[in-house]
């Protein structure tokens, strides 16, 4: 065990992140000397060598573990000598660490958004709409799809949804419960009325751009779903606003957000930290 942990978040950009909060939180608790910090990395392919090189660092033993995020959970994936098996199949990593001399890529995205759905009222639920298709999405999908839920998912970036269907369908997963809808306004409101969760994997509504809706402005929520916005920063966002307004049972990521904070600690220190305690430091 490290007399001073050294641990950090890759992304870009970072402004907005609560995981120092977080972190700094699950030390004290823990009884454990370190730092987190935020390694602001641009997109691939300006920020190659200098995510290379932190990467490293943590090969080295400088550092003893990274979380990924935004727009970097796919460009690890060649840098690691190992993936867990749900970051291998899911083709997204979030959680970095050393194990037995090898570099491990972990995702705890997806037991961290599966922990914090169980809040809402989704007994006897199993049908999904995803908004968005990259590296939250591809997790927010293994944990519906493990589970036996039908999922479809749209992307204005066809390319993405197109990649994240043959990405699920060479996996030893049930594809058959996995659908692309077209970006277009009768397939989405269709979509949204056979669905009884409506998940935002999206950045839209993320601060600074506070103003926008993953979900068409032309088009009403479905009437009979549930609205999950893994966005956190704002806490209401755009979408959640108009979900509240039409009296739907909706939730914020903040709780996934803990929840895979406190799952990427565990592997770094073995130490399970109390999840009430990092909301509560979060909240503040």
């Known amino acids: ?85 749900s970051a291998k199949i899911i083709g997204a990593v979030n959680t970095l660490y050393m194990k037995s001399g090898h570099l491990f890529g972990d995702n705890t995205d997806a037991p ?48 993405q949804v197109d990649g994240l269907y043959m990405h699920y369908s060479t996996q030893d997963l049930d594809s058959s419960k996995l659908e692309v809808i077209p970006f277009t306004p009768q397939a989405i409101e269709q979509a949204g009325l056979e669905s009884d969760l409506v998940v935002n994997t999206t950045p839209m509504g993320m601060h600074p751009d506070i103003e926008k809706c993953a979900w068409p402005e032309a088009i009403s929520l479905p009437l009979h779903a549930c609205i999950y916005d893994v966005v956190y920063n704002p806490m209401e966002t755009r979408l959640l606003k108009r979900a509240a307004a039409a009296g739907l049972p909706c939730r914020n990521g903040l709780g996934m957000l803990v929840e895979q904070a406190a799952l990427a600690f565990e592997r770094w220190t073995g130490f399970s930290p109390s999840r009430e305690r990092m909301l509560e430091a979060v909240r503040k």
Do not use: C
């Not at 490290?2 to 030390?27: D, K, V």
């Not at 190659?48 to 003893?64: K, M």
């Not at 961290?112 to 990259?134: I, S």
């Open 1 to 85: 065990m490290p007399e001073n942990y050294s641990l950090g978040l890759i992304g870009y950009p970072l402004g907005h992140s609560l995981s120092p909060a977080l972190h700094q939180t699950a030390l004290a608790e823990a009884g454990l000397k370190g730092k987190y910090n935020l390694f602001q990395i641009s997109p691939l392919p300006d920020g190659q060598g200098e995510l290379e090189a932190l990467i490293n660092h943590l090969r080295s033993g400088e550092l003893h573990g990274l979380n990924v995020t935004i727009p970097h959970k796919q460009s690890v994936l060649s840098l690691v000598d190992e993936l867990t098996s």
């Open 112 to 159: 961290g958004f599966w922990g914090d759905l169980t809040h809402l009222p989704l007994q006897n639920a199993k049908t999904a709409l995803v908004l968005g298709a990259g590296g939250a999405a591809r997790a927010v999908v293994y944990a519906l799809l493990t589970r036996g839920w039908t999922i479809r998912i749209l992307d204005l970036r066809q390319e």
